[in-house]
């Protein structure tokens, strides 16, 4: 499943044609679209001074176009984001990264942990594009969608995240089955649905908010047939927005559902999305003169704004993401001769030489060639990010022995050097030779990887020593880079990133996993002070935590402790989270639903837009705010 997914969330680039598109609706167009009366909605605090905007529009320009709004076939991030706006889910998250009722108002799973059923919300409407009612949603939308996600003809790029987990979905896709009601996704009645597992699965309720769990219209989905999907006349709506206007290329204009079941929540009244295929180079520009709401800001150009004071009191810096970047270390190099893999594989079994590797590196410098005023605000001590998942009101990584960690530092140069002196005796006495060749490859297409790689050879070298090791930083082209090197094993030493797929800590397992492509872990001879594989303690754990579905404090116990067995025996390095960098925006960062996976964090239900962009102070006492009130929140959750 993960591997899918990581192509699908990481590497998949949004195309540069649309299928198709529609002429928005004009004067001669019957049925224009029914535009809400925002008269009484607009946000509290809008007077002169304010914290909010009196017009909630909100204004971007993209310049890359997005291929279908099939929601049930798509690929890309930007396809998911459209789509979270336009059809709401079963479940949902809140600010804080609350699980709450959607489009199913309860929920219970069995006492086995294999069924679920989920009682919806009665009165939610199909529009189309122009607002009118065409039904009401019901459980048999989603098995209709499911019919369709799991029909091969209908190439869906996520039918695999679904029948990774519901009963004979697999089965039915390969067409091993052919009756779909042997399927386990069933509508025992209009307001009633019930999916069936293939075995019990704790993080099943998160797997909820990706799209290929979104319903669809059955008769509409017969009716539209291959064209479902292909413009905003071919799609029906049942979340906070409807697609009024798509004109690929030119534009898409999204207006607040006037008969949303949530509408109040629903503060931004219009999503004005305009095309440029220089929007990338015009944006500060166009942010600048007032005609969008917000800019990512270049790395290029941070210097600018930040040395103007005008325009640095509208910077602040962007959310984090969930995907880490670790150093892996590799157990099964596959290099050529010339950077000798065989004595790679003596040092990297000895574990004060991987220490020493690790207490060499000053991650914060290292940072610096990205995030040049704030570099530690990306930088975590784990493999999974802070604020991911919870159990028990408490976070992941603040379960003992992660919470140690976390507060902690890797980089030291006295211990660096005492690791040395160790892995020098105890290498030489293995047959090992110095120095130790590091080979560190790089994406050519990333200028801040060049750099950082650049500055952690440095670091490797002036700390260590040349005596000690040599490394050499190999610059590959991105075509083919993942092929060619972590994949290949071609590779002593990378930085590497992995992303979540549900809410639970398994999914940050999957890259160390018997057989994968990584750091190839199940290679090293290493062991406990009790003579035992790492490895192969490290998977017994896992598969311990794996096995734990009742039990789910436990559960992330287990799993705590099998990370930190990969972290404490410098197998990688945690490095930094994603996301970064730098914007100017009037969206408040704070308000929008909160999630590490699925298109929860997509919604723009609850937002609103600022009177004045929020500064790098005001960021600050914001976060620390939405921080305490989260951890609050999952107290409170936690008692439920």
Not at 216 to 226: I, K, T, V
Not at 405 to 417: N, P, R, V, Y
Not at 453 to 461: I, P
Not at 572 to 590: D, E, L, N, Q, T
């Amino acid at each position: 499943m993960k591997r899918l997914l990581s192509l699908l969330l990481v590497l998949v680039m949004v195309l540069s044609a649309c299928t198709g598109g529609t002429t928005p609706p004009t004067s001669e167009t019957p049925g224009t679209p029914e535009t809400p009366d925002t008269s009484e909605e607009k946000p509290e605090d809008v007077e002169e001074g304010g914290k909010y905007a009196a017009e909630q529009v909100y204004k971007t320009v993209y310049a890359e176009e997005i291929q279908t709004i099939n929601y049930l076939t798509t690929t890309t991030n930007v396809e998911f984001a459209l789509a979270a706006n336009l059809v709401d889910t079963l479940v949902d998250y809140d600010m804080y990264g609350v699980l709450q009722p959607a489009l199913a108002e309860s929920w219970e799973s069995s006492e086995d942990g294999l069924t679920w059923t989920f009682h919806l919300r009665k009165g939610v409407k199909w529009l189309d594009f122009e607002g009118t009612e065409v039904a009401e949603t019901t459980a048999h939308d989603f098995v209709d969608a499911a019919k369709y996600l799991l029909t091969p003809e209908n190439e869906s790029a996520t039918a695999n995240l679904f029948y990774s987990v519901i009963k004979n979905a697999e089965e039915y896709f390969n067409g091993d089955i052919t009756d779909f009601s042997q399927v386990g996704v069933k509508a025992e009645d209009d307001y009633t649905l019930v999916y069936t597992l293939i075995k019990p699965t704790p993080y099943f309720e998160s797997m909820l908010t990706y799209v290929c769990f979104f319903p669809a219209y059955g008769p509409f989905l017969e009716e539209m047939g291959d064209q479902f999907g292909t413009t905003n006349s071919a799609l029906l709506y049942n979340g906070g927005y409807i697609l009024s206007e798509f004109e690929p290329q030119m534009h898409r204009i999204l207006i607040k559902n006037p008969k949303y079941w949530d509408a109040d929540n629903i503060h931004i009244t219009e999503l004005n999305y305009k095309y440029n295929k220089e929007a990338t180079s015009l944006a500060g520009e166009m942010y600048k003169r007032g005609e969008i709401s917000d800019v990512e800001i270049p790395a290029a150009s941070i210097d600018e704004w930040m040395n103007n004071p005008e325009l640095k009191n509208q910077v602040r810096p962007s959310i984090l993401g969930t995907y880490t970047y670790f150093y892996a270390i590799n157990f099964d190099p596959k290099f050529d001769a010339q950077y000798e893999p065989e004595n790679w594989k003596i040092a990297v079994n000895n574990p004060n030489f991987r220490k020493s590797l690790v207490s060499a590196i000053n991650r914060v410098a290292a940072m610096q060639t990205q995030e040049p005023y704030d570099p530690e605000y990306r930088i975590i001590n784990t493999i999974t990010p802070p604020n991911y998942a919870s159990q028990g009101g408490v976070d992941y990584t603040q379960m003992e022995p992660l919470k140690a960690i976390t507060e902690g530092e890797f980089f030291s140069k006295e211990k660096a050097l005492e690791y040395k002196d160790k892995a020098v005796e105890e290498l030489t006495a293995a047959g090992a030779k110095f120095p130790v060749k590091i080979l560190m490859p790089y994406n050519t297409n990333i200028t801040s990887w060049a750099n950082e790689a650049q500055v952690v050879k440095q670091q490797l070298e002036t700390t260590l020593g040349t005596d000690y090791v040599e490394v050499t930083l190999l610059p590959h082209a991105p075509t083919g880079f993942l092929d060619g090197t972590r994949r290949a094993g071609n590779y002593s030493m990378m930085q590497v990133n992995w992303g979540p797929d549900y809410a639970d800590p398994q999914t940050y397992t999957d890259p160390f996993e018997r057989g994968f492509n990584y750091n190839f872990p199940e290679y090293t001879t290493d062991v406990t002070e009790d003579g035992q594989n790492i490895f192969e303690a490290y998977e017994a754990l896992v598969n311990e935590a794996k096995a734990e579905v009742k039990d789910l404090v436990r559960r992330y116990e287990l799993f705590a402790q099998a990370e930190a067995m990969l972290i404490e025996n410098s197998f990688i390095m945690p490095y930094c989270v994603s996301g970064g960098g730098y914007m100017a925006s009037k969206v408040h960062p704070f308000e929008a639903p909160y999630s590490s996976f699925g298109i929860s964090a997509e919604r723009w239900k609850g937002q609103k837009l600022l009177a004045k962009p929020m500064n790098m102070e005001e960021f600050e006492i914001a976060q620390k705010e939405w921080q305490a009130a989260r951890e609050e929140a999952l107290k409170e959750a936690a008692k439920k």
